[in-house]
DNA sequence: TGCTCTTTGTGACTTTCATCACCTGATAAA
DNA sequence: TTTATCAGGTGATGAAAGTCACAAAGAGCA
C-alpha cells in the first residue's frame, strides 16, 4: 500500500512537496522473499526505495560465485540506482529481497528535477551514496585486512541487528556470502562455540 | 596557475556561468610529489578537483597497512570529498600526491548552490561518484575472486598506462598496494618475465 | 676504492584456507 | 515406515601466500 505516512515514516525530513511528487509519481512494488530485483548488467530505468522488507545487495563473478557486500533495509535507497540512472547505466550489482519487499520506483525523469528543487532530495541522494560507498570501503578492509574468523563474527553481527538472535541460516549460505567454503564455516562456528560466543544449532546461530 | 583554459581542457562540458564561479571561488593549490592530500579521519573542508598530475588513494588499517584503491588524474575529482563535505563528514581515505600535483579547492558552500544551478555539475558530481563507486567494487572483486599473480598482473597494466612504460617502482612498493609481501611480489614477477610478460630490472618493469 | 644503504633473490618453513571424501543425524516425502 | 534429501562434522591433503633468515648485486658517496 502506497500511503503518505509510510513514506514519511520510512523517509522522514523531506519537504512536503516532495512528499506529494513521491506519491504521484512513484509506483509501488512487492516484491516476494528470494526474487532477485536488480541483476547484473541489468539497465537501470528508475530510482529504488525501500519501504519495507531487507535486501541483500552482492557482487558476483563469471563463475556465479557470489560475494556479499551490504543490506538495503526500510528507508534506504539504492544508491547505484540513483547514480547509474543518471545516464541510463547499467547495473554493477546484484540485488536479492531477503524477505517480503516493498519498494518505491520513481521514474528517472524525475531525479535531476527534485535535484534542482529539493535540498533535502539533494542531501538524501548524496548521504545514501556516501554511506553504501563506506559499506564496500569495510568490505574491502575486511578481505584485504582481516581473517575469516574475525570476518565470520562480524557478519553474523551484523546480520543478526539486522534479522534477529538467533540467525536462522545454514552454512553454506554463509559461505557463499563470505566467499568461503562451508567446511571452514562449520570449523569456525564451533570453534567460536567453545569459546563461547554463540551456540549452533541447526538452521540457528545464538550468538550470545 | 589558474586559468580559464586550464580548467576547460581538464573539465569540459560545463556551463559558461559555472566556468565563471569555478574561476571565482576556487583556490588553486600546487602539493609536491609525496605530500599527503588527505588523511584518515581529517574533516572535509572542500571540494577537491585534480588539474595536474596523480594522486594515490588507499585505505589504511590500524597498523598503517595500507591497500590501494585507485588513482585520480587531472579532470577527475575526489568524490569523497564532494560527498562528505556536504555533511561535514570525516574522510575514509588517504590521499597522496604520486608526482606533484595541482589541485582546485571550491569551499563547500557552492556545493548546494551549484547542484541547483547548473546540470552539469550535477552530472559531473555524479558520474564521478559513480565512477569511483566502480573502481571499488573492481577492487572487491580482485581480491574477493583472484589471486596474486592475476592481481599483479592488473595492477602493472592500470599503472603503466597511467605512469608509462618502463613503470619505476620497487617491489617493496607494489607489495604495499597490494597488501602482499615483497619476496612474493619479486618471485610472481620472475615467473612473469619467464612467461615473458615483462622485463625486470632494479626499480623499472618493462611491460611487453 | 672501499663502505654503506637500498633493492632484489632464494630456500625453508608456517599459516590459512580450500578441497575431497566420506560419515552422521535430522527432516520430510512417499 | 522407509527412503531420499539436506545440513552439518571431520580427517587428510594440497595450494597460495606470508614470514624468516641471509646472500648478493647495484648505487651513492666519502
New interface residues.
Given amino acids: 500500500m502506497i500511503s503518505r505516512e509510510n513514506i514519511e515514516k520510512h523517509f522522514p525530513g523531506l519537504e512536503e512537496g516532495l512528499y506529494e511528487e513521491l506519491l504521484q509519481q512513484g509506483e509501488m512494488v512487492h516484491v516476494k522473499a528470494g526474487e532477485t530485483l536488480l541483476r547484473f548488467g541489468e539497465t537501470i530505468r528508475s530510482i529504488i526505495l525501500i519501504t519495507g522488507g531487507l535486501v541483500k545487495l552482492y557482487?558476483a563473478?563469471e563463475h556465479g560465485?557470489e560475494?556479499f557486500?551490504y543490506n538495503l533495509e526500510a528507508g534506504q535507497a539504492c544508491s547505484?540506482s540513483?547514480?547509474?540512472a543518471?545516464?541510463h547505466?547499467r547495473s554493477?550489482?546484484m540485488a536479492l529481497a531477503l524477505t517480503d519487499t516493498d519498494i518505491l520506483k520513481v521514474p528517472l525523469s524525475s531525479m535531476?528535477s527534485w535535484?534542482?528543487?529539493y535540498?533535502s532530495w539533494?542531501?538524501f541522494v548524496?548521504?545514501s551514496?556516501?554511506e553504501?560507498?563506506?559499506e564496500?570501503?569495510r568490505?574491502?578492509?575486511a578481505?584485504?585486512?582481516r581473517q575469516m574468523d574475525d570476518r565470520l563474527e562480524d557478519y553474523l553481527r551484523r546480520q543478526i541487528e539486522l534479522l534477529g538472535n538467533p540467525l536462522r541460516i545454514t552454512h553454506q549460505d554463509i559461505a557463499r556470502d563470505l566467499?568461503s567454503s562451508r567446511e571452514v564455516i562449520s570449523r569456525l562456528l564451533k570453534k567460536m562455540e567453545e569459546k563461547d560466543i554463540l551456540h549452533v544449532e541447526r538452521q540457528a546461530i545464538y550468538l550470545h
Fill in positions: 557482487r563473478d560465485t560475494f557486500l547505484l540513483m547514480v547509474c543518471v545516464q547505466e554493477e550489482l535531476e535535484m534542482k528543487v535540498p539533494y542531501r548524496l548521504t551514496y556516501r553504501r560507498f563506506e564496500v570501503l568490505t574491502v578492509d578481505i584485504a585486512f566467499n
